[in-house]
């Protein structure tokens, strides 16, 4: 699947699974899942493939939006950050770092979309930001069911070589189209419905 899809499914499975219902709880619930949502793909190389950069670059801007909006509304991930030890932050992101690194050099749905992959990330952002584990873990474990409904097996069950694919479809095929297109109507229906609600819960001015 691209990565336009893998998104659009990942953040609205998030938003409609974990429903947040003040600004606080919505921030890290964007970022764990646009993270976790294109993570896998960390295997396709810039150079090579155009969809990772448009896949990163939608994360990246989501992320950094919903992350300065947790800073200055003092959200959860702000209080985790002044409240937990150095020891854990730098342990978790070294588990992240280290992790990242051997998924981005394993073949495509190699390492970097298995079960191993996805419990060493969990365990670093468990460390290092609490707060978004469970938008990752909705955003990650989405990312994974979408590539096995495709050809290419993913291997799951790595350092297994034989992966899972149930071939219904493939990555550029009109199916794919109709995910993503029912992915970002979901997406929309979901902002829409929390919209009111949010709206309200932002600071009145004057």
Known sequence: ???????????????????PET?????????????????CDIDCKIGVSKDAVLGRTIATILSVAALYIDIVAHGS?????MQTHIISLVLGLLIILIT???ARESEHR??????????????????FSKPVLLGFIIGFASHLMLDVLTYRPVQLF???EKGVSLKICK???????????????????????????????LPKRG
Do not use: D
């Open 77 to 81: 991930m702000f209080e985790y950050f």
């Open 158 to 160: 790595y350092p297994r």
């Open 110 to 127: 190699g390492f970097s979309h298995s079960l191993m992959a996805f419990g060493l990330y969990g365990i670093g952002i468990f460390l």
């Open 1 to 19: 699947m691209l990565s336009k899809t893998h998104i659009a499914i990942g953040v609205a499975s998030s938003l409609t699974i974990m429903a």
């Open 171 to 201: 990555s550029k095929s009109p199916l794919n189209t109709v995910i993503m297109i029912f992915g970002y109507i979901w997406l929309i229906a979901v902002c829409v419905l929390y919209y009111q609600h949010f709206l309200v819960l």
């Open 100 to 102: 990242g690194y051997f």
């Open 23 to 39: 600004i606080q709880e919505l921030c890290p619930i964007v970022i764990g899942a646009s993270v976790g949502s294109i993570l």
